[in-house]
């Protein structure tokens, strides 16, 4: 009879744990269908780290509620996953939120910031041994951004459009990384932007020298938060922590890593007008 209760009662005892595990994992799954995501795609930098940066973002972003950082490497996955949904904000490049912004209804809410400008110039350049258009266009074109972005960049700013969809696009990490492989010989031009080329200036100046603009392209905004028209009102909260995140050490490590010092509000009287697509 002891031994019967004993074993009843161990086993009532397993039986509440395994409900109780049960019911934490049930809460866990249901917060984290509440979570907000922030959904990220850049189709001008290859950023190769995406768990870290997710991490870091993550971290940052729990301090505030129940938010979530979800990076895309690929165009297609991430304009599938956003359809549809109306409790999202997504951090796109300038170049593609003009592309998308009617067909998914977005409103503009923040734009990033570097060097104190919200906007990039977009320029190509070679080296001393390619100086003309037409031999740089032979070669390889070194370039942060995809290629999809990469060619529709090429065809704005050179002449012959049938020369920038056929370029052969050499993907790089960053847009200095572009100017370095024409220094190496990996590649005959590098679609980069002013801010780069002048960055260059401080890091190898020998190789600044060497460089000769070919072509250069019309001032775009760098990254755009936005969100569905029906959301703004309740992104306000995650267009706050952004905008906040330089003043502290963390915000700042994760801004750098998006090659951001900050963001702004966006202004339409003077932002629309560098607005792409």
């Known amino acids: 009879m002891i031994k019967t209760f004993a074993f009843f009662f161990r086993f009532k ?107 990039q110039k977009r320029i190509l350049l070679s080296g001393e041994k390619t100086a003309d258009m037409d031999a740089a266009m032979k070669g390889s074109i070194a370039s942060s951004g995809n290629a999809e972005y990469t060619k529709s960049i090429l065809r704005e700013i050179i002449a012959k459009k049938d020369a920038a969809d056929s370029a052969r696009i050499l993907t790089v990490p960053k847009d200095v990384d572009a100017l370095m492989s024409v220094g190496f010989d990996m590649a005959k031009a590098a679609l980069t932007t002013e801010a780069a080329f002048n960055t260059l200036k401080t890091l190898d100046p020998i190789l600044h020298k060497k460089l000769k603009i070919l072509a250069e392209g019309k001032e775009s905004l760098l990254p755009i938060l936005a969100s569905p028209q029906e959301f703004v009102q309740e992104a306000e909260k995650i267009m706050n922590i952004l905008k906040n995140m330089p003043k502290d050490s963390a915000g700042m490590n994760i801004i750098k ?20 697509g």
């Not at 890593?257 to 792409?276: A, H, T």
């Open 257 to 276: 890593m998006l090659d951001l010092d900050g963001f702004k509000p966006f202004d339409p009287s003077s932002d629309d007008s560098k607005l792409e």
């Open 13 to 119: 005892t397993v039986i509440g744990l395994l409900m109780l595990i049960s019911g934490s994992f049930y809460i866990t799954e249901s917060e984290a269908a509440d979570k907000i995501p922030i959904c990220f795609y850049s189709s001008e930098t290859n950023i190769n780290n995406f768990k870290s940066l997710k991490m870091e973002f993550d971290a940052y972003l729990s301090k505030f509620g129940s938010y979530e950082f979800q990076p895309f490497d690929n165009r297609e996955n991430f304009e599938k996953h956003i359809r549809d949904q109306k409790k999202i904000v997504i951090l796109v490049s300038g170049w593609h939120y003009g592309k998308i912004r009617n067909q998914y209804s977005l409103k503009p809410l923040l734009v990033g910031i570097l060097n104190g400008k919200n906007f």
